[in-house]
């Protein structure tokens, strides 16, 4: 075999490893997130069993709402902090507005710092688990119930909450538009 035929496969086998490893990245990232508790990801989500709370301590909450270029929407939390005991169930709401002459839809994507306290923030019902549509003009509060879990680090006092709103209209199929149309 002559020295091109052979670089020739070396490089082939190159380019598809690294296809390969480009692939697999964004799983093995989560992975690595939810086992170090980097990145602020949020993974509790959804029903959690409520025992008694914790008055011997209260966690602050910062609710923070962040403005995406090109996000032409009014949004924010309706409360800026809020005091909780961990295993208290707390109720709360962002508002957003679109003041915009056109149909938007728009995804709320959440991040907890610091990143250790993540794993600990145990959201039962958010806007985040949706697509938020809102015709032009519209405006809606946006429900969040949450529980900070009895197992936060006792040196966790405060903990911040903050929502990135991106636009995702031109993703968004027209039968998600044409829902919302019907129910107004």
Same mark, same amino acid.
């Given at each position: ?28 990232y ?26 011997s ?5 910062? %609710?923070? =709402?962040?403005?995406?270029?090109? $996000? *032409?929407?009014? @949004? ?49 019902n ?7 549509? %809102?015709? =032009?003009?519209?405006?809606?509060? $946006? *429900?969040?119930? @949450? ?38």
């Amino acid at each position: 075999m002559s020295a091109h035929g052979r670089l020739v496969r070396r490089l082939v086998l190159g380019s598809v490893l690294m296809f390969g490893f480009g692939f697999a990245l964004v799983p093995l990232y989560d992975v690595f997130c939810e086992v170090t508790g980097l990145n602020g990801k949020i993974t509790n989500t959804g029903p959690v069993a409520i025992s008694a709370m914790d008055t011997s301590r209260q966690i602050k909450v910062r %609710l923070i =709402a962040v403005h995406n270029e090109g $996000m *032409p929407w009014d @949004f924010g939390p309706m409360d800026g902090v809020i005091r909780a005991h961990p295993g208290e169930m707390k109720q709360t709401a962002f508002m957003a507005t679109n003041p915009t002459g056109r149909r938007m839809v728009a995804q709320a994507i959440p991040s907890v710092a610091p990143a250790e306290a993540a794993q600990y923030l145990h959201k039962v019902n958010c806007f985040c688990f949706e697509q938020q549509a %809102l015709m =032009a003009g519209e405006s809606v509060e $946006m *429900p969040l119930l @949450f529980v900070i879990d009895k197992k936060l680090p006792e040196h966790i006092r405060s903990l911040t909450l903050s929502y990135t709103l991106f636009d995702i209209s031109p993703e968004v199929s027209s039968a998600v538009l044409a829902e919302k149309e019907q129910r107004l």
